[in-house]
C-alpha cells in the first residue's frame, strides 16, 4: 500500500490522505480522506486540477456523489470529507 498512500499538505488541525492508482481494490481511481478537528472554517488544496467527487462531506456520507471540486475543496468545520475520481 506504500505505493499508493501519500500525505497532501495541509493547514494546522487537518489530516489529509490521498490514495493514488487505487482501482483494482474498488470503483475509484484516486480517494482523498480529510480529517478536520476544529470549528474554523479551512480550505484544502487538492494534488491537481482535475475534477473530484465528494461522497462524504461531514455530514452525509455514502457511495452517492455529493458535488464535484476541482483545485481545492472548503472545510465548514469538524467533520471528515471523502473525495474521489472514479476510473
Known amino acids: 500500500m506504500n505505493n499508493h498512500l501519500f500525505f ?3 493547514p494546522a488541525f487537518i489530516i489529509a490522505y490521498h490514495l ?5 481494490y474498488g470503483p475509484w481511481r484516486d480517494i482523498i480522506v480529510i480529517h478536520h478537528n476544529q470549528e474554523e472554517k479551512q480550505s484544502v488544496f ?7 467527487h ?3 462531506d ?9 458535488f464535484s471540486v476541482h483545485k481545492q475543496i472548503n472545510l465548514a468545520g469538524i467533520g471528515t470529507w471523502v473525495l474521489v475520481k472514479q476510473t
Open 46 to 52: 487538492l494534488p491537481d486540477e482535475e475534477e473530484w
Open 20 to 24: 493514488r492508482d487505487v482501482q483494482q
Open 54 to 56: 465528494v461522497i462524504c
Open 8 to 10: 497532501l499538505e495541509t
Open 58 to 66: 461531514g455530514i452525509h456520507s455514502g457511495t452517492v456523489l455529493l
